[in-house]
């Protein structure tokens, strides 16, 4: 049976501050859902799940209407709707401030909510990964993908894999379209690293096999390219098929434990290591720090089983990577605004550093050139060496 999986976050409002959803939020939301697929849109969905990563709330739905629906894309921008009135009633944080729109016009894209979906003939077994991230940008997981697709112990055991996998690139800095690359991995290794270690360009949009069968999409907008101005990071989403002749579930995760230095954190404009963390958690440092969690899920007939919280295992080896992860970031905090510490120039270009520079700029003055005199050959005197004594 060919099914659609799509996947849509937004923060529509944090706990005194940049932290979670209060429970009255979470817990409307979820009974919104579940009365408007029971009766308003009744079969519209297959089956969801609903969760949260810091203060961004996901949801994931499968259904068969393919991607792009429009129902769907409705079904979506309502829910975020109610969900922001009820921020507002409780004067939370932030409240709607992901949704950059007044109104839906047939689809989330552009509108501030972040969104994934993937089409495909469901296997007999189907097993996925839902990722999430908050207090990052959408290549936050560019090297972690790259190397779970191009270095795997799956490319040289499992046979279905050995031809690779194609990457489509894009991006996300040109505003007139959406402007794409494909390249294929290994023939193409060199041109994937010097385009993918651009985080704040070139995204990872989706993962197809040698022959076209989609294995992993991502959520690839940049809001500051909506709205024109900083609005907070865009906070990822995506969905990853895996096992058979995709990697498997733990070839995918395992490469989250480099914990790479992104752009993110407060105000989106820090460098800081990206951190594995459990299901539901919420932001307590630098109001972030860059967090990701990752759940699997098998689905069977569209429906899920319940979630598996791929970073809560019990021996603590996430644990111990969280640890790596914190004194990175301390380490990284510990220089403040100063140098590496800070996020790009290009990043803060959306940011109100930008009028404080435009402002200093108009005091700088140029000096009057003056020649420089320099003594002559015959002007130079030379030394002798100290004699030693």
Known sequence: MKITLSAVKCDVGGLGGHSKPSERLLKEVKGYVHDFVKRQYRGLLMDYYIGHTGDDIHILMSHIKGKNNRDIHQFTWNTYMHGTAVAKDQGLY???????????????KGTGIGYAEIEFEERPNEAIILLTGDKMGPGGWNLILYKAYTESPGLILQPDMFDGFAFNIMDVAYKKGDRVIKLKAPERLSDLKALLRDEHRFVIESIYTADGEPVAVLSTERLHNIAGKYTGKDDPIGIIRTQKRFPATGEVIEYFKLCPYITGDMRGSHRTALTPVKKNSNMSFMDGPSVTSALSFSVHDGIFTEPNDLFDDAAEFWSHIRKK?????????????????????????????????????????????????????????????????
């Open 325 to 389: 992860a914190a004194q990175k970031n301390e380490h990284m905090r510990e220089q403040e605004w100063f140098g590496c510490a800070m996020a790009s120039m290009d990043e803060l270009e959306y940011t109100g550093i930008m009028e404080k520079l435009e402002k200093l700029d108009k005091e700088f003055i140029v000096r009057e050139s003056k020649k420089e005199i320099w003594p002559t050959e015959k002007e130079t005197i030379i030394q002798d060496p100290p004699s030693g004594d």
């Open 94 to 108: 932030g409240a709607g401030q992901d949704l950059l729109k007044d109104a839906f016009a047939g689809n989330v």
